[in-house]
């Protein structure tokens, strides 16, 4: 029996990279996209709570592609796919993507794509989002087939440790030039944000949010390191943001309030 994939994004239902990648998941397994029916870039993981969700069957795929469009976030398309569309059937893979632009560092915390593969990992399900690192909504995906399908052959393999997702990065270089594949960790780095102040034709104020990216870490074992040296990187992600390492040091703040 073929596998069952969700396929989702932050992009919107109508770009190039999640066409892109539902032909290549088509060749997998039985596909079924859900994705939003707008640009929902740096959504992060929000959900829709103060209006309802509107979801519309489509034809963008084809006749032999199930698809949906929806109104809301990449995480509400997955759990309105999840629980609503393909309620009662059990989904062997999520995957989200292929994102216009690099979802290294920490820009997996601010990902729409990301929020999908974090969602699809909080519901139990093996998740995997992919990212090319150019944003150009014309951008060329050629080179992105051959490593999405060696991760996903080796996904198929070997599995996935419960409650993680894997945060795919692939450099904007052609096939020959991509080194190969490192499992590596997320850089410290950072955006140092700028507003640019503008005003309306009414004299009305508004910002536009700009600023410069700056990498702070030299590690040679991260993402960022890993793609300007030419390979793709493999992040393992959890939603579980607990800081184990501190919570020894923290254990003095402990304390039993006496009953008076």
Excluded at 178 to 188: F, L, S, W, Y
């Amino acid at each position: 029996m073929k596998p069952l994939i969700l396929i989702a994004n932050d992009d919107s239902i109508y770009s190039k990279g999640i066409r892109v990648l539902t032909e290549i998941m088509s060749e997998m397994g039985e596909v079924v996209v859900v994705a939003p029916d707008t640009h929902q870039s740096g959504m992060g993981h929000a959900i829709t709570l103060g209006e309802p969700l509107r979801v519309e069957k489509t034809n963008d795929f084809g006749d032999h592609i199930q698809s949906y469009k929806c109104s809301g976030t990449p995480a509400d398309c997955v759990k309105i796919g999840k629980h609503q569309i393909l309620k009662g059937r059990k989904i062997d893979l999520v995957v989200s993507g292929i994102n216009h632009g690099s979802n290294a560092s920490i820009a997996v915390l601010y990902s729409g794509t990301m929020s999908a593969a974090i969602e699809a990992a909080m519901e139990g399900i093996p998740a995997i989002g992919f990212s090319l690192a150019n944003f150009a909504p014309d951008a060329d995906f050629s080179a992105t087939k051959h490593y999405i399908q060696q991760v996903l052959a080796l996904f198929f393999q070997n599995g996935m440790a419960p409650n993680t997702c894997l945060n795919v990065n692939i450099p904007d270089l052609p096939l020959d030039q991509i080194k190969g594949i490192r499992v590596v960790k997320q850089a410290h780095a950072y955006w140092a944000d700028r507003f640019e102040k503008r005003q309306d034709q009414y004299g009305r104020t508004y910002f536009w949010l700009t600023g410069e990216f700056s990498d702070l870490d030299q590690r040679p074992d991260t993402d960022l390191h890993a793609l300007k040296s030419g390979y793709v990187s493999i992040v393992p992600t959890q939603f579980d943001l607990t800081a184990y390492a501190h919570i020894q040091t923290l254990k003095s703040w402990e304390h039993e309030t006496k009953p008076q």
